[in-house]
């Protein structure tokens, strides 16, 4: 079987491309940041409006919303190779959780009265969180309308006035993240029981997919902008990217990155149709994600020297979200072990 994007997949990745690269440029992410960049004041919620608004007025917030409900009612196929783009721009906002997680947890699991959740999500109208167990740290919290928290098999959904949010410090300050506290009750219960249970796996390997998908992306743009400075940054008198350990050293990275890509693929594949061994797929992308990510990251900062180590200098976006992704849902470690308790299950 092979995972390759389609010729309509691939011409709305590439709209995504064009679109986040003019609405979420660097100094878009530089915005974001909560803590001051350099000599740039802080002060931003982890959010790039200009490019929130153009998604959801392609399509893309509601590419897992059913038609009904005003989406495109499309699959984990089409919308994973979309967050690969956001994590090419480095986009802060809560794609993944809201458009991906959230929406197809409604949509498998509200019932009928998810509809016009559904359809505000597709919209941009609302920005829905999804929360899972001793992972308390959620990205733009403070901008949530909604919050699926996931507790013990169960699914409740929350109001803002439901938690209590308090900003936490991260290595990646546009992420905004906030810790968040909120007590289980019968009255906010989305999903329980058998369905609960189910609600909840499903939901938290699509966060892991998601988180890999824009781990591909990070990774493929780290290799662009070392390539890049590669070319362009000569040593006694010629561009460092002829010396061969360095051509070395990005073929390798490049290589991580490539491997990764159809591993994510087919964990979308899984998960769209329902292959019971999903769960090990989403691991097996994860954990090759994650690993790619961070060696593509060591090497694009080696290959741009000390300028790699200045926060004036766009690289340490890439690297930073790199780094906080690689170990949210789950880390490289946990991942292969997921895969070998499911292979001696």
């Given at each position: 079987m092979r995972?390759?994007?389609?010729?309509?997949?691939?011409?709305?990745?590439?709209?995504?491309?064009?679109?986040?690269?003019?609405?979420?440029?660097?100094e878009a992410v530089r915005a974001a940041w909560r803590e001051q960049v350099g000599e740039v004041p802080g002060g931003g919620d982890g959010r790039v409006r200009a490019a929130w608004d153009a998604l959801a007025e392609m399509g893309v917030l509601g590419v897992m919303v059913p038609e009904s409900?005003?989406?495109?009612?499309?699959?984990?196929?089409?919308?994973?190779?979309?967050?690969?783009?956001?994590?090419?721009?480095?986009?802060?906002?809560?794609?993944?959780?809201?458009?991906?997680?959230?929406?197809?947890?409604?949509?498998?699991?509200?019932?009928?009265?998810?509809?016009?959740?559904?359809?505000?999500?597709?919209d941009g109208s609302a920005t829905v969180l999804v929360g899972f167990p001793g992972s308390g740290f959620l990205t733009a919290a403070a901008s949530a309308d909604v919050f699926l928290m996931c507790d013990r098999g169960e699914v409740h959904e929350l109001t803002p006035a439901d938690v209590t949010l308090s900003p936490v410090e991260s290595v990646d300050g546009a992420r905004a993240l906030c810790s968040v506290e909120w007590e289980p009750s019968d009255t906010t219960v989305l999903v329980g029981g058998p369905d609960g249970s189910i609600a909840v796996t499903q939901a938290f390997d699509r966060a892991a997919l998601g988180a890999a998908a824009q781990l591909v992306g990070l990774g493929e743009r780290m290799v662009d902008m070392a390539v890049q400075y590669a070319s362009e940054r000569k040593q006694f008198g010629v561009a460092i990217g002829t010396f061969q350990a360095v051509k070395h050293h990005l073929a390798d990275a490049a290589l991580a990155v490539a491997f990764a890509q159809p591993l994510v693929l087919r964990a979308a594949n899984s998960l769209a149709h329902g292959d019971p061994d999903a769960p090990v797929h989403v691991s097996m992308a994860k954990a090759r994600a994650s690993e790619a990510a961070v060696a593509v990251s060591e090497a694009a900062l080696q290959c741009h020297g000390a300028i790699g180590y200045t926060v004036e200098y766009d690289l340490h976006f890439f690297m930073k979200r790199a780094w906080a992704l690689a170990a949210r849902y789950g880390d490289a470690d946990f991942h292969r072990d997921r895969v070998r308790l499911a292979l001696l299950s």
């Open positions: 995972f390759a994007l389609t010729e309509d997949q691939t011409d709305f990745r590439d709209a995504v491309r064009g679109l986040l690269a003019d609405t979420c440029p660097p409900a005003g989406g495109l009612g499309m699959t984990d196929e089409d919308v994973v190779p979309l967050l690969v783009e956001c994590g090419r721009a480095a986009l802060p906002d809560p794609v993944s959780s809201s458009a991906y997680v959230a929406a197809g947890l409604l949509r498998d699991h509200g019932g009928q009265g998810a509809s016009g959740l559904l359809g505000r999500i597709a």
